[in-house]
Structures are given as C-alpha cells and as structure tokens.
C-alpha cells in the first residue's frame, strides 16, 4: 500500500500548482534582497524595476496555481496549507521592507501594521481552530483582499522609480490602495473571527 500511494503523494508534490507556489516563496528573499540593496544600501533606482518584475511575476503565479489546479485536478492539502503562506510571505517581507526604506511612513504605516497583525491573527485562529477539526474556508473576498494588497504593494516597490517616471503619482497611488486593503483586511478579518467565536463557543 505504501509503494502505492508513495508515487502518487510525490506526483502530487511536483505537481505544476505546487512548483508555481514553490517559485513565489522563493521570489521573496530575492525581492527583499533587490529592495534592500537599493532603498538600504543606496543602489540604483533601477534596481526598483527589477524588485517589481520578480514581485509581479510572483504574483502572477498566485493566479495560475489555483487556475492549473483546477484544471488538471489537482487540487492538494499541501498546495491548500502553502498558497495561504506564500501570499503572506510576500506581502508581509514587502511591507517591512517598504517601512525600512522609508516608502511607507508616517500615518500609513498603520495600514501596514493593520495588514501584518490581521495576517498573524487569522493564522493564530485558523491554527486553533485546526486543532477542533474546524475548517474555515478562504471567501471570495479574502481572496480579492490579497489581489489588492499585491497591486498595493506593486505601486510602493516602484515607488522613488514610478515617481520620477510618472510624475509623483506612483506612491500615493500605492498608499491610497495600501489604505484600501487595509479596510477590506479589517473586514475579511472580523468575519473569520466572528467564525472562530462562533466555533470557540460551541466548544
């Protein structure tokens, strides 16, 4: 039975869904790495393009796991356990970089703090709750929490770069929409902990 299910567990693995979210875990300390080296260690403004092509590439794959998973069937307990992580490494390691380099300041960075103690909630709630055999299904606008936070962040890794391009709109672009995902996190959070209360009390 074990050299049965063995290669199909495998298969499954090196699935085409799962690689994708492989390469958006590994884009992120390449991302932090460009955005480090210029907004840190004063490189070229350049390199900001650079950080975004990874980082949209990265988000791109966020679209086509789910998309090829479904299509092929194959739909995974690991891809379902690792693309709710992968999403939350991005964003969050974007996020610290942005406040770092001094991107994201001022009255903003609470949208930025609102945005990483919700993420570090929900996984707190969704671990809980795992333990009572309780699955909480990601809606619809969670998901579309997570595209905006991605075209948020976006706009702020271009930040400096799309300013000078553009004429000084590519930044407040980012924080307004940073703002926006903010709300919609608040939101998308209070319905998973009114979830877990519900949860929590039955128990």
Not at 43 to 55: D, M
Not at 148 to 175: K, M, S, Y
Request: charged letters at 15%.
């Amino acid at each position: 039975m074990n050299s049965a299910t063995s290669p199909a567990r495998g298969a499954r693995t090196f699935a085409l869904p799962n690689m994708l979210t492989y390469a958006r875990i590994a884009a992120v300390p390449v991302v932090v790495a460009l955005m480090y080296y210029q907004g840190i260690m004063d490189g070229p403004l350049w390199v900001r393009w650079v950080a975004l092509v990874v980082f949209i590439a990265a988000g791109i794959t966020d679209v086509l796991d789910g998309y090829f998973a479904r299509m092929y069937g194959q739909q995974s307990s690991l891809g379902r356990m690792l693309d709710p992580i992968a999403d939350k490494l991005l964003v969050a390691s974007c996020l610290l970089m942005l406040a770092a380099d001094a991107t994201i300041r001022g009255w903003s960075l609470l949208a930025a703090v609102i945005i990483l103690c919700r993420e570090i909630l929900v996984s707190g709630l969704r671990e809980y709750l795992a333990e009572l055999r309780v699955s909480v299904p990601v809606s619809r606008l969670a998901k579309w929490k997570t595209v905006w936070q991605l075209i948020a962040v976006g706009f702020l890794i271009a930040g400096e770069a799309g300013d000078r391009v553009f004429g000084n709109i590519v930044t407040p672009i980012g924080l307004t929409l940073l703002w926006l995902s903010a709300i919609m996190t608040l939101y998308t959070g209070w319905d998973y902990f009114r979830a877990g209360v519900a949860h929590m009390i039955d128990e």
